[in-house]
């Protein structure tokens, strides 16, 4: 079709909603994904606290916020079953001290009890990242049997 100085209005509409529906790659150049590294200091303590602080308010969906995107859309770190777990407790999580062990490291000491059962005192190493997206927790291992 050719439009020329006394095109009509409908004809520029039909053009224009074309020329719309077409996949014309953008030419502005989009930044390389930057890959994951190792996080520590401040922000990698910054978030293990943030994580087991919100445990303790049987907050799922904030703790889970604080585990790296892959790992807390099902199972385990997942908001809904964070919240199941640490709802059931008889006492809930009680953060005691972390401490970085190096390197992505950090290591979280905490209590609490399940129903009818003694006290646990638990210990975990959570390995931290950094992406693109922030600072995440990628792995916990957990240790002393909690």
Known sequence: MRLGGGADLPSAAIVTAFLARLNVPDPTPQPAPQPTRSAQGPAADAVVRAFYEALGRADGKAA??????????????SPEAISRFYLGLAEPLVLVPIR?????AVEARYRYRKPSKAACDGVS???????????????IKPSGGC
């Not at 889970?64 to 770190?77: K, T």
């Not at 970085?100 to 992505?104: A, F, I, P, Q």
């Not at 190493?125 to 792995?139: D, E, K, N, P, Q």
């Open 64 to 77: 889970a916020e604080m585990v790296v995107p892959e790992r807390r859309a099902s199972g385990p770190y």
């Open 100 to 104: 970085s062990l190096g390197g992505e």
């Open 125 to 139: 190493v959570a390995t931290v990242v950094l992406s693109h997206a922030g600072t995440f927790i990628s792995h």
